[in-house]
T-cell receptor, first 109, second 113 residues
Framework: GQNIDQPTEMTATEGAIVQINCTYQ??????LFWYQQHAGEAPTFLSY??LDGLEEKGRFSSFLSRSKGYSYLLLKELQMKDSASYLCAGMDSNYQLIWGAGTKLIIKP | IAGITQAPTSQILAAGRRMTLRCTQD?????MYWYRQDLGLGLRLIHYSNTAGTTGKGEVPDGYSVSRANTDDFPLTLASAVPSQTSVYFC????????????FGPGTRLTVL
């Protein structure tokens, strides 16, 4: 079956670094997406990885290891506005996204 | 540029009633999607359309129907609503049906009593 696993909730301190992990099992693989979703709002795109390695985009970076079925999202210099849910989604061989339940990130001052 | 709009924003509906959720995009994207989001679960695909005139079933299609008469609009219809269809519904679109980023509308919060 297809499955995406990520922690339900994490807490971090403003200004710190946090790593949100995601493991995936999909039928075929066409990449791994990360989205941010603030409470009551729509998901917004953060990153896409299809090759192994680290992709850096400002304060946010995303890593992929295809052999391990593993990805992480790294958030640096945390700000209060980063409090949100972070959704991991794997794209299968039919180009359909399989979504994790999301990781709620709580930032404390 | 509005991106993707959805209507209504929220709705309370009696069980057994028919309801159509509207979705319109102005990005000329070929592919469109309907998801539902329930607490503790990931987004689940209901129906999708790779291009105008074609539709396909996702993971949870039962009780829902869609049409894609043109590029911009992708309405979702609940023929006879049931309480288990209480959810937040998101419409999304992408340039193609391949490995393209999906962009989401603001969502419709539907409660079926």
């Amino acid at each position: 079956g297809q499955n995406i696993d990520q922690p339900t909730e994490m807490t971090a301190t403003e200004g710190a670094i946090v790593q949100i992990n995601c493991t995936y099992q999909t039928s075929g693989f066409n990449g791994l997406f990360w989205y941010q979703q603030h409470a009551g709002e729509a998901p917004t795109f953060l990153s896409y990885n299809v090759l192994d390695g680290l992709e850096e985009k400002g304060r946010f970076s995303s890593f992929l290891s295809r052999s391990k079925g593993y990805s992480y999202l790294l958030l640096k210099e945390l700000q209060m506005k980063d409090s949100a849910s972070y959704l991991c989604a794997g794209m299968d061989s039919n180009y359909q996204l399989i979504w994790g339940a999301g990781t709620k990130l709580i930032i404390k001052p | 540029i509005a991106g993707i709009t959805q209507a209504p924003t929220s709705q309370i509906l009696a069980a057994g009633r028919r309801m159509t959720l509207r979705c319109t995009q102005d990005m000329r994207h070929n592919a469109m999607y309907w998801y539902r989001q329930d607490l503790g679960l990931g987004l689940r695909l209901i129906h999708y359309s790779n291009t105008a005139g074609t539709t396909g079933k996702g993971e949870v299609p039962d009780g829902y129907s869609v049409s894609r008469a043109n590029t911009d609009d992708f309405p979702l219809t609940l023929a006879s609503a049931v309480p288990s269809q209480t959810s937040v519904y998101f419409c999304a679109s992408s340039d193609s049906e391949g490995a393209d980023t999906q962009y989401f509308g603001p969502g419709t919060r539907l409660t079926v009593l």
